[in-house]
């Protein structure tokens, strides 16, 4: 583990823990139960995880190296549920044991800082549950971009407001001072993500030069920049794609750059229209203007510079990063072996097989094609990636490979499964998060 990444855990943390060591520095109030106490202990975790949120999504790529953005967002979904979590708790132990405390619960005749806490706790419940049911909400993608924004600013301010309004652990000038430093810290950060990052992007545009359509109904758009390339761009690497519309909005999505750095400055994005997002880049035509935030990702060559060889698993459009690693192993002649594995639906949906021929004609590359539904007198694989395939695909000599895996989450899963019964060190396998939002 990299000193980077020990710091940034401890800073985490530190973060957590800062409201607690000031509050429990004052003197204890005198005349309250543990139970009480302990529910305004979670009161103010809660609030601290809540407030942990906006440094997770600002993509500060110093946070962000050590672990992947990937990872951060998969860690900032589930912290935004144990938060939401421990706010459940800090009510439920009011409601129950200390109903006074709570007062009435007609936001017409409460006070005024005990319905902003509620309005934060029902902030909070909606923001989580449109988030991990989305798609079976049918809620389009820009439409909840702008509800959880929302969510976040109103139940975070409406929280910060409750515990200066109620006053309990806040009357010292150390209490005042932690939660100035923490309304204060909160608003810088959401004037950087909100202006400031997208001044920045609108200063540095870049134009579609080319949609090439492929198998499967993906779509690579090429982009120029019309300002800054990108800087540190790595093989593997995402970027976060806002088309035809201002940087200053939150229509943007998370792509993979199938292209390599070697082959720049042009970046390529291929996208599959998945979505109502998706959908509408899929059609966007040369000369349109678009912004780019990035390059985020580990999910790279070059995060393993030692590595003898390499195992790659794609599903569907989960080959983008592949193919951007393995033009770069073109381009830098890297005549380490490689075999793909590469699962379909239909050989209609192999988006890439024509390049992968191609790249197996200069790269020790191997590509195995799986396809669940596949064309008279097919002679390669069938079904679904399994223990049997990799085994008759597999080098013997495996020491020093490293894996890579991106596809739908079932696929990878069972591709990490089979590969440790294969052998393979769980610490060497790479797996991109596919569905980030």
Known sequence: MSFRTVFWIAAAFAAIALPFVVLLSGERVEGHEFLFDFSMGLGFGALALAGLQFALTARFRRMTHPFGVDIIYLFHRYLAIGALAVMLAHFAILYIWYEDALGVLNPLEARWELTS????LGCFIVLVVSSEFRKWLKLEYELWRYLHVGLAVIGFAAAIAHVLGVGRFTAAADQRALWLGVTLGWLVLLLWVRVGKPWMQS???WQVVENIPRHGGVH??????QGRALSTWKPGQFVWLTPENSPFGLREHPYTISNAPEQGPNIMLSIKPLGDFSGRAVETDPGAIAYIDGPYGVFSIDSHKDATG???IAGGVGI?????????????????TVVLFYANSTWDDAAFRDELDDLTKKLDLK??????EPPEGWQGEEGYLDGDILKRHLPENRDGFRYFLCGPTPMTDAARKHLGELGAPLAHIDNEIFDMV
């Open 117 to 120: 806490g509620r309005v934060a």
């Open 203 to 205: 200063r540095n545009p």
């Open 220 to 225: 690579s758009l090429v982009f120029a920049p």
């Open 310 to 312: 390499f195992v790659m």
């Open 320 to 336: 983008t990063p592949i193919m951007s690693n393995l033009h770069a192993m073109a381009a830098r002649n890297d005549r380490r």
């Open 367 to 372: 590509v195995v094609h799986i396809l669940e």
